[in-house]
């Protein structure tokens, strides 16, 4: 099992390199993870800077002491993959952020498409944004990530495609008279945009908004996903084909 990780604002250590962990990482780290003296652990900003430490001692119920020899800087990954998410009903959502971050995915943007039965107004959105977000930081965290994917405010379809025709590669999941992602030619460097529709699927609408971005559709396989799944399985077969997973 590698060394279990935890989130920090800053990486300021005491001269003999002493750092503690309070807080509620440090509660996590001594009442539930139970660490003693002498394990490993890691601490991250989520950003991509981090920095392996060994427990040194444990202070009441909440601040671990640990010493932090050196902070490392992990590069961002090439090329990077962004997927575009379509609001799911009920907690499908937190479903598709978490199994995307632990296969490795870069980015997601949730799109309000217009065939979507959840929508994000007002207060209800603004949870909904946040437990995506806060999805996205325990899974990095669970899967030992120290570069957590972004989650970006919901987008429009306008703003999709702004995104798209700026990628190196844009395609759309969809399954009538596609050709399959599995064959499709990919950048080596860059940007990888992919959307995922609703249950409903992308509306003809959506698809030629989105081809006059420069967006291809694709398809994945002969069976069709669910939307919370179709990104994960999306991203492990881009993250095999582009060399990341190597």
């Keep these: ?64 002491v640990v010493r932090m020899d050196s902070v490392a800087e992990e590069p961002a990954e090439s090329p990077r993959i962004t ?35 959840t929508q994000w107004k007002g207060d209800r959105g603004l949870k909904a944004l946040a437990k995506w977000r806060a999805t996205a930081r325990e899974a990095g965290k669970q899967s030992r990530r120290v570069r957590f994917p972004e989650v970006a405010d919901a987008a429009s379809t306008k703003q999709v495609a702004a995104l798209l025709a700026g990628a190196d590669l844009a395609a759309v999941l969809h399954e009538e008279g596609s050709e399959p992602l599995a064959t499709a030619g990919l950048p080596t460097t860059g940007h990888i945009v992919l959307v995922v ?10 698809l030629a908004v989105f081809a006059e971005a420069g967006a291809k559709p694709y398809r994945l396989g002969r069976s069709v996903l669910r939307t919370s799944t179709a990104g994960t399985a999306a991203t492990a077969l881009l993250l095999g084909r582009t060399g990341r997973w190597s």
């Design 197 to 206: 529709g609703p249950e409903g699927g992308v509306s003809p609408d959506e």
């Design 83 to 117: 997927v575009v998410q379509a609001l799911p009903k009920g907690d499908r959502g937190e479903l598709a952020v978490e199994t995307m971050t632990e296969t490795g995915v870069d980015a997601v943007v949730p799109w309000t498409a217009s065939r979507c039965i």
């Design 1 to 64: 099992m590698t060394a279990p990780v935890f989130v920090v604002e800053d990486f300021t250590a005491g001269t003999d390199g002493r750092y503690v962990l309070d807080g509620p990482e440090g509660r996590h780290a001594v009442s539930v993870k139970r660490l003693h003296a002498g394990e490993d652990v890691v601490l991250t900003d989520g950003a991509g800077r981090w920095a392996e430490c060994v427990v040194l001692d444990t202070e009441g119920k909440d601040r671990l």
